[in-house]
């Protein structure tokens, strides 16, 4: 079946977007205000898409009122913020940060999440996360009156020394960082353990090493 999205109304549009679009990697963004509270809220419309430089693009809708959200004010007004990414054993933490606080809520403390210093810019990162971004903000590109894109560079970025296998080489033991990814909505997430190798084939068709 063939889906005409200019003749659907967003709500469809997104309905069909998060249930086939999976897994998606999960955001869990810290930010500051002006007066340096901090803010946590996570967002699966993100990805790296770049690694030279290395940049990251970020989706932010709007509350269901038209309001900003505040991870989005923040960033328009300071530029930078971290990206967490959310192992299994914060899962139900980033899920508390997902809820409809009122504005000046501290996410953290209400999902009892330990913060630690960032080492380039001023927002904290999540001290659990096995993995998190340093990042600042290159553009906003405002998509509708709704919806927000933030595109970002990387700055440096953080992993647990248990999932490190050789820093020299820069090899990361993906496995034990234990991911969750975001799936369809409502509610729907998936862990990254179940996985699969397939080397490229070489020109020819013939595997690496094959006959």
Not at 84 to 98: C, K, P, R
Request: contains cysteine.
């Amino acid at each position: 079946m063939f889906f005409d999205f200019e003749a659907l109304q967003a709500r469809n549009r997104y309905k069909l977007l998060t249930a086939t679009i999976t897994p998606r990697p999960i955001a869990w963004i810290v930010s500051l205000n002006d007066e340096g509270a901090p803010n946590a809220a996570p967002f699966s419309f993100f990805n790296v898409v770049c690694a030279d430089p290395a940049t990251i693009c970020l989706g932010i809708g709007s509350h269901a009122d038209g309001r900003e959200k505040d991870t989005l004010a923040n960033i328009r007004a300071n530029g930078e913020f971290v990206v967490n990414l959310v192992s299994e054993a914060d899962a139900e933490a980033m899920n508390i940060t997902a809820a409809p606080f009122a504005p000046g809520t501290n996410e953290l403390l209400e999902a009892g999440v330990s913060t630690a210093p960032a080492s380039r810019i001023k927002p904290p990162r999540i001290a659990s996360s096995p993995v998190s971004l340093e990042c600042k903000a290159v553009e906003v590109v405002d998509l509708s009156e709704k919806n927000h894109l933030v595109i970002a560079s990387i700055l440096g970025m953080h992993v647990a020394d248990h999932a490190i296998k050789n820093p020299e080489r820069y090899w990361i033991d993906t496995a034990k960082l234990e991911l969750v990814g975001r799936m369809e909505s409502p509610g729907w997430y998936v862990r990254t353990r179940d996985r699969f190798m397939m080397k490229v084939p070489e020109a020819g068709g013939q595997t690496p090493g094959g006959v």
